[in-house]
Nanobody, 121 residues
Framework: QVQLVESGGGLVQTGGSLRLSCVAS????????MRWYRQAPGMQRELVAL???????NYADSVKGRFIISRDNAKNTVYVQMNSLKPEDTAVYYC???????????????WGQGTQVTVSS
């Protein structure tokens, strides 16, 4: 079983910063990549940032240069530092862990419950 718990969301003014955290509790599950997604009201969930096992990162064009994803493997935690926030960054932010159980080839994804980020203008 894999559980993901996000935290760090809140209300911030335009230009402000927030850091979201996602702690993964895993049993027998090896995480290959962790991703942050967001979903604004009435919109599809979109990928914001990802980090692979060897530190490879990728970002949505809308957040490049403003968001930084990082990972602490010892703590099974992934972070996203969000700077220069804009009202259009307002959304529920979710983390997703992808990987496989020991001894199995099938890859699985698990989601956190989400944390609300609201950027006021």
């Amino acid at each position: 079983q894999v559980q993901l718990v996000e935290s760090g969301g809140g209300l911030v003014q335009t230009g402000g910063s927030l850091r979201l955290s996602c702690v993964a509790s895993t049993t027998g599950f090896s995480i290959n990549a962790m991703r942050w997604y967001r979903q604004a009201p009435g919109m599809q969930r979109e990928l914001v940032a990802l980090m692979g096992n060897i530190g490879r990162t990728n970002y949505a064009d809308s957040v490049k240069g403003r968001f930084i994803i990082s990972r602490d493997n010892a703590k099974n935690t992934v972070y996203v530092q969000m700077n220069s926030l804009k009202p259009e960054d307002t959304a529920v932010y979710y983390c997703k862990a992808g990987g496989a159980y020991s001894g199995y080839d099938a890859t699985l994804d698990f989601w956190g419950q989400g944390t609300q980020v609201t950027v006021s203008s």
